[in-house]
């Protein structure tokens, strides 16, 4: 059996092979970008390095020294990067570079388009930005040494086909040395001028020197070395931002709306957050990643700080550099530490601030936005009492006033347009658009001209509680309680009064047969063209949120509606007439069950007997056409 540190030849795995084979084989256009993934991932080892040596002495590391090198040899056709970061140990090498990560292939892989430039701008949002190398590349050489280790050195090789080599090496040194043989037909990429200008383009905000020798051999720095974050907003163009949102933080196209700010006084600190465009693939996923990396004084301290943003801005991306925190601060310091809970909630407010801006100045592109991100602006209902009033500004809903899914109101639109001496905000849930204005509780609503929102996101059902009103509006669903329009419903409430004295008998005989299904029977003011709905008690559960918990496998307490007839429609009218010549008439029964059913169904509920419902609408079908 070898030893760990003799030569040894291993395989990439399957999924890994075709990542490789895409890399080298489909994606010819913006080839450029290996360069901009190479740098930023020793960047990110030199910023690893600088963290570890506050906290380890015995690393005697000297920030100063810090940087990336470049040489590029035209008449070699290679490209060799080194920096003097953590590096790695051989166990590293083959968990960082020899395995590709599964979950982020896996998107990577899910998310191609076929649009070469496209595909290419996913390569570093997934984490797979070293392999972009075999673009350009037909061989690499990775010879790298683990600062603070005894171990030595390591050499990573491979052709990028299948396998990939792993030997024992000699470096002077901690740190990482890539070398890049390029492909023949790639030369253009060893041309100094070439990868000066890519370097410019791409890693100008590298928070490290970059050095490159010049004509006479001499090193010499090659990027802006100040970070973007910690420059004036007027030093800074909107190319520069649009490129560090997507080279620095593995933003995919371009950022909807950008802050930048340098806070002076009480708190000190520099931010740069964005506003994404689209989601992240890992937007909703259990192991998904806040987007805000924390820096104190300039030394990157963490990822994925959720300390800094509350849960539902996860979706955000960015920088925050404090001056006021510890440089040894650690994740448990963080969750009680009154520096970042002043900070929290000034980026909060700053980004809540922005995002209805940019709901009234440009009501198109927030659209869009609330179409990627809206359930989860939702979630701060439940999470953010603090700014209950602003999240309720941002929200967004279809409604029976818009032609399309597209059309979304706010809350204060609503208010706006209500009609003279309504009193309330109605809303229905529903599993969809159509579901829900197809509902026959929507009747006198449409007949009224009156709006009716439509929540049909399945958060909506756990966050309605939190957003019971808005000013001094109350939200009240059309679905549930006794009906109450005041002055508009007016000629309904009159006309339900009557019915109910009409009905009285029949809706007491329908309650008998439903007595172990409806808690009760009752004439209504809402329907217009349908025989019955049920109704929910004010503060039971609703019909789709019973649907949602059953299909998440939640035991549902049983419970009883309310079941509402129309005593105008013709089916209720024939009943009740039946009723008068013969309460105890046997087909009543039946025709109460259909009913019921035709209600459940209304609602998109399943009834609870199918061969029962079917056997009963066979009978009534075989009397009308025996007739």
């Not at 960047?43 to 906290?55: C, E, G, H, V």
Request: glycine share 6%.
């Amino acid at each position: 059996m070898q030893s760990e540190n003799t030569a040894k030849k291993m395989e990439f795995q399957a999924e890994a092979k075709q990542l490789l084979r895409l890399m080298i084989h489909s994606l010819y256009s913006h080839k450029e970008v290996f360069l901009r993934e190479l740098i930023s991932n020793a960047s990110d080892a030199l910023d690893k390095l600088r963290f570890d040596a506050l906290t380890n002495r015995a690393l005697g590391i000297c920030d100063s020294g810090l940087a990336v090198r470049i040489k590029a040899d035209k008449e070699a056709k290679t490209i060799t990067i080194s920096d003097n970061g953590i590096g790695m140990s051989r166990r590293e090498v083959i968990e960082n570079i020899g395995t590709i990560a599964r979950s982020g292939s896996k998107a990577f892989l899910e998310k191609m388009t076929g649009d070469q430039k496209l595909d290419s701008n996913l390569i570093g949002q997934f984490g797979v930005g070293f392999y972009s190398v075999f673009m350009v590349a037909n061989r690499v050489q990775v010879i790298t040494r683990r600062a603070g280790s005894d171990e030595g050195a390591v050499m990573w090789e491979s052709d990028g086909e299948s396998s990939y080599t792993l030997t024992d090496a000699v470096k002077d040194g901690h740190g990482t040395e890539v070398i890049i043989y390029l492909k023949e037909d790639e030369g253009e990429f060893a041309q100094d001028w070439q990868v000066r200008s890519l370097v410019k383009k791409y890693s100008d905000f590298i928070a490290f020197p970059i050095y490159m020798p010049d004509k006479e051999g001499k090193e010499e720095v090659v990027n802006q070395t100040k970070p973007l974050w910690r420059r004036a907003v007027s030093e800074v163009t909107a190319e520069q931002y649009d490129e560090f949102y997507a080279q620095a933080l593995g933003g995919f196209g371009k950022p909807l709306s950008t802050l930048h700010t340098n806070a002076e006084g009480v708190l000190e600190y520099s931010s740069l957050i964005f506003i994404p465009a689209e989601p992240a693939f890992d937007l909703f996923s259990l192991e998904r990643k806040h987007g805000v990396k924390l820096y104190v004084k300039r030394v990157f301290i963490m990822d994925n700080c959720k300390e800094l943003l509350p849960e539902y801005l996860r979706f955000v991306r960015g920088i925050i550099d404090s001056e006021d925190l510890p440089l040894n601060v650690s994740r448990e310091m963080l969750q009680k530490n009154a520096v970042m809970e002043r900070m929290s909630k000034a980026l909060v407010s700053k980004i809540l601030g922005k995002l209805k801006e940019l709901a009234e100045n440009d009501p198109k592109a927030y659209g869009g936005f609330w179409k990627n991100f809206g359930v989860v602006i939702k979630e701060g209902l439940h999470t953010d009492y603090e700014n209950r009033e602003k999240l309720l500004e941002l929200l967004r809903f279809q409604s029976s006033m818009g032609d399309s899914a597209d059309d979304l109101v706010s809350l204060k639109q609503y208010v706006d347009r209500m009609r003279e001496d309504q009193k309330d905000i109605y809303y229905i849930t529903g599993e969809s658009r159509d579901v829900a204005q197809k509902s026959p509780h929507l009747e006198v609503f449409r007949a009224k001209s009156i709006e009716v929102l439509y929540l049909v996101d399945p958060i909506d059902e756990w966050v309605i509680g939190d957003m019971l009103s808005y000013g001094d509006k109350q939200l009240r669903s059309v679905t549930k309680g006794d009906l109450d329009l005041g002055e508009l419903g007016k000629e309904e409430a009159d006309r339900q009064k009557a019915a109910q004295t009409e009905v009285q008998g029949l809706s007491e005989r329908i309650k008998e047969v439903l007595a172990d299904m409806v808690e009760d029977v009752r004439a209504t003011g809402r329907l217009k063209d349908s025989p019955a709905c049920l109704v929910a008690g004010e503060h039971a559960m609703g019909a789709h949120l019973e649907k949602i918990m059953k299909a998440m496998g939640q035991n549902v307490p049983k419970s009883k509606k309310i079941l509402e007839i129309n005593a105008d429609h013709a089916i209720i009218k024939n009943m009740n007439v039946r009723y008068e010549k013969d309460s105890a008439d046997p087909e009543l029964e039946q025709w109460a069950l259909l009913l019921y059913e035709g209600a459940l169904i209304a609602e998109g509920q399943m009834v609870p007997d199918p061969l029962g419902y079917s056997r009963r609408v066979n009978d009534v079908l075989a009397k009308i056409s025996a007739s």
